[in-house]
């Protein structure tokens, strides 16, 4: 279990509903949470139906239940997830209980969609579709094929086996994401040759070929020897 996580189990509300989750430690590369959430923005489509974002192929849950969590120096935030049929169901933690927040909702051609649930109003100043939006990136960096590893972290004894008393269940090692400083393949120098560039997020997009178009998934790309390339996108209407 990760630290956040292992913490708010000291509330009773919340280890039954921990104990059965697979969690993920983000923080390493919780810096790159913002930029990820721009480029998946650039083009979004604010529509009746709620936010539609272009994920390419990449919002993929790694388990029926999840938690992710990012700890910053301005405070920690966890994100209790549930995956039903095409819906990642996001929960915030609330007064010994959690809420739901909002519901990525996979569509098809890579795409998904962001609402809330009118049956679950939210406490005022909370804004879910940001935090939504936190979940998406980070799923985006766990299932990038290259770019990201992560390292098992195995259950604390103790801590394991005192969930093990309170709840029945047996705790999941925990996961941390890390980037892949050793993966010499994810710094290519694009496809017309040149310098080889940052780490950086590349959206999905179509690439022509003499006569026909094929369309590139969505990946990280760049040699993280040479740092993170943080981009600022301007969206206009």
């Not at 933690?93 to 109003?121: C, H, N, S, T, W």
């Not at 390292?151 to 999941?172: D, F, S």
Request: aromatic share 10%.
């Amino acid at each position: 279990m990760t630290p956040y996580a292992r913490k708010l189990c000291r509330d009773p509300a919340w280890q039954r509903t921990l104990a059965r989750f697979t969690c993920f430690d983000f923080t390493p590369v919780g810096h790159l949470i913002p930029s990820t959430i721009e480029a998946l923005c650039l083009g979004a489509d604010d529509g009746p139906d709620g936010s539609r974002i272009n994920h390419g192929g990449l919002l993929t849950a790694p388990a029926e239940f999840f938690w992710f969590e990012v700890r910053l120096q301005a405070g920690s935030m966890g994100f209790a997830c549930e995956f039903v049929e095409d819906q990642i169901c996001v929960f915030y933690y609330q007064i010994g209980k959690p809420v739901l927040m909002a519901v990525l909702e996979l569509l098809p051609d890579d795409q998904a969609r962001i609402f809330q649930d009118k049956r679950y109003p939210l406490p005022p100043g909370l804004p879910a579709p940001a935090f939504v939006l936190a979940v998406a990136a980070m799923l985006v960096m766990l299932n990038a094929p290259k770019g990201f590893k992560q390292k098992p972290v195995p259950a604390h004894r103790g801590h394991a086996k005192q969930m093990r008393r309170l709840t029945g269940i047996t705790l999941k090692p925990a996961h941390s994401v890390h980037i892949d400083l050793s993966a010499g393949d994810v710094s290519p120098s694009g496809s017309t040759g040149g310098a080889p560039k940052a780490f950086h997020f590349c959206r999905a997009h179509r690439r022509n070929l003499g006569d026909r178009s094929i369309r590139v998934r969505a990946h990280w790309r760049g040699d993280p020897a040479l740092g993170v390339c943080q981009s600022t996108y301007e969206v206009r209407p």
